[in-house]
């Protein structure tokens, strides 16, 4: 029976190249000069620091540009709000979204189960599996749920005969 699963996945790799080329922008752009203003990726996300507040304005709208062009969905970044941290300076952490909460899988897997085909969806963990005879429902139930304005960034992976 032909299957597929729904993930919400992060590749990593192209986060961490958005990060680099932000910084390298932020290093060689005159209105960043003296700022103090650095972005890094580490274990609890992308961590912006500046000077300003303004300044660190416009190091967030850097790397959203740099990870769009990377093709990252900015859906998979939460957070981001400005905190002083003292010395006049401004943090700004984003956390990186990652596999599907069990009340979103649940919501998907409803939703498909209520597209009145012949399709079964069950959650496994963080992915949401869907079976059916035909291969065209399992087509037919990928543009469906494409079309829902989901929180996370959705992939459909694993494509099986």
Known sequence: MPTFDIVSQVDLQEVRNAVDQAMRELVNRYDFKGTATSVELNA???????????????????????????????????????????GGRFRSLFTLNQGIDPDSAREISKHIRGLGMKVQAQVNGDIVRVTAKKRDDLQTVIADVKTLDHKLPLQYVNFRD
């Open 44 to 86: 609890d996300g992308i961590v912006l620091e500046s000077s300003t507040e303004d300044r660190l304005k416009a190091a967030v709208d850097v790397l959203r540009e740099k990870i769009i062009r990377r093709k990252v969905s900015l859906k998979s970044l939460a957070g981001g709000d400005p905190v002083e941290i003292g």
